[in-house]
DNA sequence: GTCTATACGATGATAGAC
DNA sequence: GTCTATCATCGTATAGAC
């Protein structure tokens, strides 16, 4: 079979991934996916079972990648830079805004994250946690040994600001805007960097 | 008429925040707000004309109160504590802690907020920036009194990596759970305590 | 002014033929 | 594996009752 084709799996989550980025969820229909991926409307069903697992597909194809990059440069930065702050939240800062600007689905993959947010209780969350939950002990471990002085408890505070921060700066919902003549690449290192800063400033401060 | 009774249109937007919370805008249809409402399918196009506006004015019903209390602890703080960023700070996050922990709506209300979010509904961004921008940018010329040397573009970054960590922390997603001996009033305190510390490190941070 | 009954086109999902 | 046909349900619109 010719490597230049794709099944109609992959078709469906390509499709599917950037539909969900430009219109969101709700704002696209599986006909439109479908026609996009040029294949029938069953087929989904038939591959994915529904709209909503997916949803689950796309999104778990960019976060098992992002999860290898994350810990990847983790590694690095403690063999490079042990007891460096900044470095180790550069691995989990980078792989993360650096999918959120793909154009390729980084949009929907953002919003998927959202949406567990939403879903205080259901599945997906429970999904995120079991499957991407030793990524951030990992960091958490990490970043306990760049600043000992902290408590555990404070720590994970900060790792949770940290996230909700990081998350935010993805979603593009905030004041900041990519302005119109800064290309998408340099926007995100922008981004990475005063992240970083901020997050490094916040994590250091003192506990009283 | 007797006040125990809301009105029609009251009934609606509660039984609308609910679900909404619960199963987001995509995934609550307006005959099951209605059934729940207890009013006919049409009177939800009467009194709000689509669904989308209903979406609208679920988020204005909180958001204005909260924004009220926001600037008003903002007026104090300048006032009584003129050049300090802990008041400034303080007064952008603690009603929108109160908020997400009042028993009253205001817990469904965050999750509503997410879902925003998460179904990239752009109409909901515009009009949410419309109605409250002015909010932000009234908290950005206070934090810009308390750390001078900081120039404009990164004081909005740092104040969009402030608004990600409150809503994480609104939403009680991350890894800081509330233990079950701590009562709900001292965990948003101490939210609260520990993401204005974390900010004003982060805020105050050195430029380069 | 408020509200209801009802209908329309589009959607997500499913069953069964091929 | 993939298709066609079909179904319940969705958001919205309208006509008219009180």
Avoid at 97 to 115: N, S, T, Y
Wanted: glycine share 8%.
């Amino acid at each position: 079979m010719a490597s230049t084709q794709f099944s109609t799996k992959d078709r469906i989550l390509g499709a599917a991934e950037e539909l969900f980025a430009l219109h969101g969820f709700g704002g696209t229909s599986l006909r439109q996916v479908t026609s996009r991926a040029d294949v029938n409307i069953a087929a989904v069903n038939y591959h994915f079972g529904s709209k909503e697992n997916l949803i689950n597909e796309v999104f778990r194809r960019r976060m098992d990648d992002m999860s290898r990059q994350r810990l990847a440069l983790l590694e690095r930065a403690r063999r490079e830079h042990p007891g460096e702050l900044g470095p180790v939240l550069a691995a989990f800062v980078e792989p993360a805004l650096a999918l959120a600007g793909d154009r390729h689905g980084g949009g929907a993959f953002i919003r998927v994250i959202a949406r567990a947010y939403a879903e205080n209780n259901d599945s997906l969350r429970r999904f995120l946690s079991e499957q991407y939950g030793h990524v951030l002990r990992e960091f958490a471990r990490a970043i306990a040994g760049c600043v000992p002085h902290l408590d555990k408890e404070q720590l994970y505070w900060r790792l949770d600001f940290l996230s909700g921060a990081l998350t935010y700066a993805m979603s593009d919902f905030g004041l900041i805007k990519r302005p119109a003549g800064v290309a998408e690449v340099a926007h995100r290192k922008r981004a990475a960097d005063e992240l970083i800063r901020f997050a490094a400033a916040g994590i250091k401060s003192d506990k009283t």
